[in-house]
């Protein structure tokens, strides 16, 4: 099985910028495709971006979009999410994901039910 470790969250000041990584190890040639969640307390998980480890295919939720890039290192199996402009509302702790499953468009890769690995999710907080 492919385990995910999540590290580069922490406290920032509105506008500011934060880059998380993830890390996958063990069963790495299981995985196809890559995700970012967020969830903040009383709220339902939320997609933030997806890549596929072979072609860079990526979707952003419309939240982040504009704000927040997601990035490969294939040699590393290493996942980033570079988020810029940061707002309070961004304020959540973050899950990085994988899929084994192929997903064609936005509709299936932002579902947090096609994801089968999930990391221990790393803290961010955005001050006003």
């Known amino acids: 099985q492919v385990q995910l470790v999540e590290s580069g969250g922490g406290l920032v000041q509105a506008g500011g910028s934060l880059r998380l990584s993830c890390a996958a190890s063990?069963?790495?040639?299981?995985?196809?495709?890559m995700g970012w969640f967020r969830q903040a307390p009383g709220k339902e998980r939320e997609f933030v971006a997806a890549i596929s480890w072979s072609g860079g295919t990526t979707y952003y939720g419309d939240s982040v979009k504009g704000r927040f890039t997601i990035s490969r290192d294939n040699d590393k199996n290493t996942v980033h999410l570079q988020m810029n402009i940061l707002k309070p509302e961004d304020t959540a702790v973050y899950y990085c994901a994988s899929r084994s499953s192929v997903c064609l468009g936005s509709g299936c890769a932002s579902r947090p039910d096609k994801y089968n690995v999930w990391g221990q999710g790393t803290q961010v907080t955005v001050s006003s």
């Open positions: 063990g069963r790495t040639f299981s995985s196809v495709a």
